[in-house]
Structure formats: C-alpha cells, structure tokens
C-alpha cells in the first residue's frame, strides 16, 4: 500500500483525490486528504455570494460526498511537515486535537492566502475576499454601511459611509468591484434617503487591470467599469488603511467606511517556512511534472506552486489551471511508485472570463475573439454553472439566479 497524503482540499487537491481514487491501481493506494474546512470552495462564485446573489451553501462542496468513501478525510489544519521524517501534522478544526500521518507521497495543494503585505491598518481595517466567511462579511458591512448613512445626520459622513473601496486589480477585485457596484445600485432603491448614488473606487495598483491576462481584456474590463461610475486608481498603491478610509502612496485621501482587500496573494505561513525553493511570492517553485526538485516523493500543485511554462515564465494560479493541474499530478505520482518517466504539465488557456455584474461580462476566446456585455456574462453563467459540483448546486445556484431577476435584492443581514 502507497501512503498518499493531500494537503489542501481545493480545486487542486481534491482534484488530485478524485484522480487518484479513480484510478485503475487505487487498491494499492492509501489516500489521505487534510483540509481545513469540510467543503470544497467554488471561489469563481464567490462574489456573488457578497452581492448576495447567490447563498453561501450552494458554492460549497462537501468534500466527503465528493470522495464517496474513497480516500480518508480529515477535518484539520496542516500544522507542521516534516520532510525528513515524512509526516505531516494536523490539529482537527472541531476538537483540536493532533493527528500525525505519515507519507510515502505528499501534496501540498494549500493554495493561496490574501496577503495586505504589512500596508499599516489594511489588516484590521479592511476585509478580504477569500472564504465564504469573508464574502458573507463583506455583504453585511455594506448592508451596516447603508443603515449607518441612513440615520447620518451629517453629510460628509453620509458620504463617507456610502463609498466603498475595493483593492486589488487581479480577477477577484475586477469581479468584486463589478458586483459589488451592481449590489449598492439595487439596494439603494430601499433607502428612499438615500440622496446621490453609493461611491465605488477600484485600487488598481498597476498600469492596468487583470495583468496576467492580454492588455486587451484589462483595458475593456476598466472601460466598462468607469462606464458604470467605477473610479479606477491606477499607478497608484495603498499606503494605509484606518477607521475613516484609505491614504494611497501619492497622497491622495478617500474617505470610506468599507475596504475589500482583493489585492495581495501570499502562501500560507506552513508554505512560506518549509525548507524548499520558493519563488517571490513564496509558491514552492517546482519542475514541469510538479515534483518538488531534491525531494523525491513531493509534490506541490496549484496557487501555492509555480510551475515552469515551456517558454519561460509560470503559469497564472487561478482556478482554471489548477483543475487540469490535478488530473496530471495524480497520473504522476502513480507513474512514480510504478518507475516510469512523469509527464510535464502543458496546457493552453481556451479563454478567460469574468462576470462584471449589471448582466455583463467579458470573455476572451483562445487570445483571439472577444466578447463583452450580455453574451459575455450568459457564457460566463452557463460556463460556471456547467463546472460547479454536482447536480443539487448547480440546481440551487440555477434558481438563486433565477428569483434574484424579479424580486429585489435582499438586504436582510444575518451576520
Ligand atoms: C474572489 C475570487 C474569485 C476568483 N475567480 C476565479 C475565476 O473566475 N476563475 C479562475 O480560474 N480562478 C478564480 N479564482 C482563483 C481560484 O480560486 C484559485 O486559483 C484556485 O482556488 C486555486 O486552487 P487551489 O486548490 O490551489 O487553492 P484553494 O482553492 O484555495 O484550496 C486550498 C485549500 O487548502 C485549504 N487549506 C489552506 N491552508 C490549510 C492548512 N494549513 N491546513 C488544511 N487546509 C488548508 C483551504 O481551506 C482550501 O480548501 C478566484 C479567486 C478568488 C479569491
């Protein structure tokens, strides 16, 4: 029996569990999966969630259900691997006590952290995006914010609280300012007080938006965010975040009672102190087959990986890649017990998309065609929809939109 265990249980992880129990020689392998919560995470959908388009349940995958008793599970964090000694440590998420496993193959599949790189106040001041927790927390303080500007007797602070910032010019923030902007439109309507529309700014940071993809996409997203009333900061960083808004690096002040922080992405700290070659972003840096180079037996895949391209550079980390990672690693590590040579990861983008709110999108076909507003968003729907777990999700999430067309927006905070 080959140990096998699996850190991580996300797109990339699970994936490689799914693989590996699937596969012909899975009587010989002992398959262990650790994640930290008992679901997997559809994070494309994620700003959905926020806007409160979609429930929070109906993104998230049992990730029991989706192994069938195939492959062992364990509700934990991974707290501490030992390379030498091949185990790994985990503290259960419910009753806090460790487990030590012991491997004879390891993936590290832990993906990435939100990460406000020490901006001053960005940690307790703003909220990331990442966990369903913070999606259902983001609604409920733009839910708190519009309550506050309705009973503000001043008008600065009325403004103050009706502006909300979203940091970060990657996939998440783009999509998050663009669905958040279509959610303060849609509440507004019930707050009759309300005097002027709610204030959305996007922190950029760089040049453009969505830099890991073509200059082209970028430049449609932010012309069709400004369209809609975004303003978009480029060239222009956060410097500090406090109680009453954010300071950006050349000065420039907003006022804000609302910070999103989508910009940023780290490792996990158990990533960022193993003893292996890390690349400046601390992904462990691995070869074409995503093994771990003078570590025979590990392997590492998906946002907390950066694997080689063929012609020089890395591929990007979003989620798109990591599902086809998986399928490759678990044949990889199965050549490896049997001594046969490992094949590199190669794979081309068929396209990217993201969903803007307001019923619009952007998607780009194979670098070649684009597409944008309406057609783009029912393509970015119906492809998510397609690619989200299992026939009961994909049913809740097909209805959450359905009634969310012509009922108004739910303003009901539960937090
Ligand atoms: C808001 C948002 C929107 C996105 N939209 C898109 C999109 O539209 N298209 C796209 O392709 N990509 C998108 N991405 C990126 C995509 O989510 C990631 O690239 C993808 O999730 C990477 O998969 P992964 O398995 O490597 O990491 P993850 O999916 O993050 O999985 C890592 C898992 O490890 C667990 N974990 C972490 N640390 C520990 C620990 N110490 N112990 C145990 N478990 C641990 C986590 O809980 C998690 O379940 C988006 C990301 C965000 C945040």
Redesign the pocket.
Known sequence: MTRIVI?????????VARALTRSRRRAQLDVTI????NF??F??M??EVSSGSVEPRHIAQPIRSALRGRARFVL????AVDLDSRSVK?THSVTGEVTEITYDHLVI??????STHGVPGAQGHSVP???LDDAVCVRSKIIAAFEAAAVAQDDVERRRLRTFAVVGGG??GV??AGELLAYLRAIRKQYPAADRPARMILVAGTGRLLEQLPQRFGDRAAQMLVRRGTEVVFEDDVASVDAGGLTLKSGKRFETGTVVW?AGVGV?R?VEHLALEHSKHHAIVVDADMSVPGRPGVWA?????QIPKPGGGSYP??????VREAPLLARNIEAAIRGRSTRPFRYREAGM???LGDREGLADIAGRTMVSGLPAWLMWRAY?LARLPGAYRKARVALDWALSLPFPQDITSIE
């Open positions: 850190l991580g249980g996300g797109f990339a992880g699970l994936g650790v994640n930290r919560e997997l995470l994070t494309p994620l700003p934990g964090s991974a707290t985990a599949a832990l993906g990435s952290d939100s995006l990442k966990t996939f998440a999509e998050c989508c996990s158990l895949l998906g946002d907390c990986a980390q979003t989620a798109q890649h990591a998309m993201a969903s998510y």
